[in-house]
């Protein structure tokens, strides 16, 4: 089996950082893409950042600038380091791994993590 663990939301002030942690653990061979992704109570669940395992990075417009994803390949983990955060920052976030789980697998599986709250006071 595959696990992610989150780690590192809470409750902060408008214009602090937090920084997010997700580690992947079990049956894991090598991950490609990692990510996160954020749901606001009414909203649909939207793509934060994602990053490739070469290290290439790609965030929405809305936290462009403001947020770093980054990864350690290594530990099998993904960060997420959120600078000048806002209300509207306000969601659950879960981590996302496309995981391959064996040396012989062709394909990667989906896995998400289980969300981490993050509140942003104004």
């Known amino acids: 089996q595959v696990q992610l663990v989150e780690s590192g939301g809470g409750l902060v002030q408008a214009g602090g950082s937090l920084r997010l942690s997700c580690a992947a653990s079990?049956?894991?061979?090598?991950?490609?893409?990692m990510g996160w992704y954020r749901q606001a109570p009414g909203k649909q669940r939207e793509l934060v950042a994602t990053?490739?395992?070469?290290?290439?990075?790609k965030y929405a417009d809305s936290v462009s600038g403001r947020f770093t994803i980054s990864r350690d390949n290594a530990k099998n983990t993904v960060y997420l380091q959120m600078d000048s955060l806002k209300s509207e920052d306000t969601a659950v976030y879960y981590c996302?791994?496309?995981?391959?789980?064996?040396?012989?697998?062709?394909?990667?599986?989906?896995?998400w993590g289980q969300g981490t709250q993050v509140t942003v006071s104004s």
């Open positions: 996302n791994a496309e995981i391959v789980r064996d040396w012989w697998a062709t394909a990667s599986l989906d896995y």
């Open positions: 079990g049956r894991v061979f090598r991950i490609n893409a």
């Open positions: 990053i490739t395992s070469g290290g290439i990075s």
